[in-house]
């Protein structure tokens, strides 16, 4: 690894034909000195970021959902912070890039009906549409287990060989089979791969021509609560509009809890827990015997534009080539159905993550001599509605594939305290992960791998669209291991609180919060990309990768 630290400001004389008195020709070369880079990574700082997130987590922004009042808020904080460290406009003259969506919000006032019994809204199930249409259903939709309803022949597993779902509605566990069995050897063992996630179902059973689709909630494979099912895909959900009005997606689709799963086995004269094991074992699928599935879907339909933030410090010599810090700046907005509280004001997700965007971009603005390479900062929206803005952005890059060299996503900082460890997503995915090996052995910390392999975290957020162009993608976070006894007390204490509010009305900024584990992360994701900025070469994904080109 080169040192991350560069050499004093020097002259260097350039001498050519010259006599022995004074050289022909002068030339500075400047780089930044370790006084000089020191003092730009020591100006990340808890104060500053506790402020910020507490401006963006406030009540007065809403939430900040796509297209409301506290977009608009969100989006004329962030210019003015980035006005004011010198960035300039990453989209043109503009510091946006227009996002089209259309929201569709269902009516709870529905019920499923399934073998003589009607399943209720919020409780039991939670359904809905991604056709943007004002009515929808299914009627007397028969009803079919497909185990995890996955179409993977690489894996030679296709759970929805030598069956016609056309007009049924299948059944679908979540996660994958590796997760049930703990096998390295099928799939990627207790690792999530993208056929695990949620909307690769839906996508699936689209594909095969299913009329609905109805994933079984278990917290523990999901990796979250029924309450963030109920609170996620309740209300507004947003999608890019589009002139065939996903006609291709399932009519309906959505998710019930496992108490319901197993008594609609039951009526069905199966057994629940036999038939996951039968779906782990292979490629799987049995008709619920005469059952049949019914429910209406009225939506109310908004089209409206939101936006990405792209903001520019321009590189010295190489300006093309951008080094791309994202995070979301999006959260779930206000629910005015709800009594007392109506915010979900969203502070640790992703607040924290937007407000580092600030603080890493002021180190870099700090800078005597500016990187030779150009410094992106890329919030971009809708992240919480399945990371549409950064899938926008990258089918509509601002800047060419070719022409970015890695991105650093940020999304929901550690608020516990230090970590002796540094958790990497996606670990030996690509190179990037040496950069930041390097950066925290300097911390004296180590890298460690995903703590929760089997909730797929690599997949769930933004760095995904750009791994998926095969831009070097690097997810990254304060790891489990405390540093001291006081900061293991403080986990033991708050790490409950914030687990029960992940996508809750309770994620809220705490003066409890021990930000200077997230300082450290934000100082070494700084020096990764005050590193890749003055390097010639790309860093490559690792010859395994499923993102290598």
């Avoid at 179409?151 to 996660?175: F, H, M, Q, R, S």
């Avoid at 291709?248 to 197993?262: P, Q, T």
């Avoid at 209406?296 to 908004?302: E, H, R």
């Avoid at 919480?384 to 060299?405: C, D």
Wanted: aromatic share 10%; proline share 4%; charged share 25%.
């Amino acid at each position: 690894m080169k040192k991350i630290l560069s050499l004093a400001m020097v002259s260097v004389a350039v001498l050519a034909g010259c006599n022995d008195s004074k050289p022909q020709a002068q030339k500075e070369v400047a780089v930044n000195d370790a006084a000089a880079i020191a003092a730009s990574y020591n100006s990340i700082n808890a104060q500053q970021l506790a402020e910020h997130v507490k401006v963006l987590a406030s009540d007065e922004f809403g939430g900040r959902s796509p297209s409301t009042e506290g977009e608009k808020l969100t989006l004329d904080y962030l210019t003015k912070e980035f006005k004011a460290l010198g960035f300039e406009p990453g989209n043109g003259d503009s510091y946006f890039q227009e996002v089209p969506l259309v929201s569709i919000e269902a009516s709870p006032d529905m019920t499923l009906s399934i073998g003589g019994k009607d399943y209720q809204y919020g409780t039991d199930m939670v359904m809905g549409s991604s056709q943007i249409v004002e009515e929808i259903g299914i009627k007397d939709s028969p009803l079919v287990f497909v185990g995890y309803g996955v179409n993977a022949p690489e894996y030679n597993w296709n759970d929805y060989e030598g069956i016609d779902v056309k007009g049924k509605t299948v059944v679908i566990l979540v996660n994958d089979p590796g997760y049930a069995n703990k096998d390295p050897k099928q799939f990627t063992g207790e690792a999530m791969t993208y056929y695990g996630r949620w909307t690769y179902k839906y996508e699936e059973a689209s594909r095969q021509g299913a009329a609905g689709a109805i994933i079984v909630h278990e917290t523990a494979p999901a990796s979250y609560g029924w309450n963030v099912v109920k609170n996620s895909w309740s209300g507004e959900q947003f999608g890019f509009q589009r002139d065939d009005k996903n006609k291709d997606r399932v009519k309906v689709e959505g998710w019930i809890n496992s108490d319901v799963a197993k008594e609609l086995f039951a009526k069905a004269g199966l057994d629940f827990e036999a038939a996951k094991k039968e779906a782990a074992k292979g490629a799987y699928h049995v008709a619920m015997g005469d059952l049949t599935a019914s429910v209406d879907v009225k939506n109310t339909i908004k089209t409206s534009v939101s936006n990405n933030f792209i903001a520019t410090l321009p590189g010295r010599t190489k300006a093309d080539e951008h080094i791309i810090y994202t995070a979301h700046w999006d959260h779930l907005g206000t629910d005015k159905s709800l009594t007392g509280d109506q915010i979900y004001n969203g502070a640790v997700d992703n607040a924290t993550g937007t407000a580092a965007l600030i603080e890493v971009a002021e180190a870099f603005a700090k800078l005597p001599v500016r990187p030779e390479r150009s410094i992106t900062m890329l919030a971009v929206t809708a992240e919480e509605q399945g990371l549409l803005g950064s899938k926008f952005y990258a089918a509509n890059p601002i800047i060419a594939p070719a022409k970015t060299v890695a991105d650093i996503n940020m999304d929901a900082l550690d608020v516990v305290g230090r970590s002796a460890d540094v958790a990497v997503y996606g670990l030996g995915q690509s190179e990037l992960d040496n950069y930041l090996e390097a950066a925290v052995k300097k911390q004296g910390r180590v890298i460690s791998g995903d703590p929760r392999p089997a909730a797929g975290i690599y997949y769930r957020s933004d760095h995904f669209a750009f791994a998926n162009v095969g831009i070097p993608a690097l997810y990254a976070k304060s790891g489990k291991k405390p540093v001291d006894e006081a900061t293991a007390k403080l986990r033991a204490e708050l790490g409950p609180k914030l687990a029960k509010c992940y996508h809750g009305l309770c994620d809220e900024y705490s003066e409890q919060w021990d930000l200077s584990g997230a300082v450290e992360d934000m100082q070494a994701f700084f020096e990764v990309g005050y590193e890749l900025s003055k390097e010639s070469v790309w860093p490559q994904w690792s010859e395994k990768s499923e993102f290598k080109r």
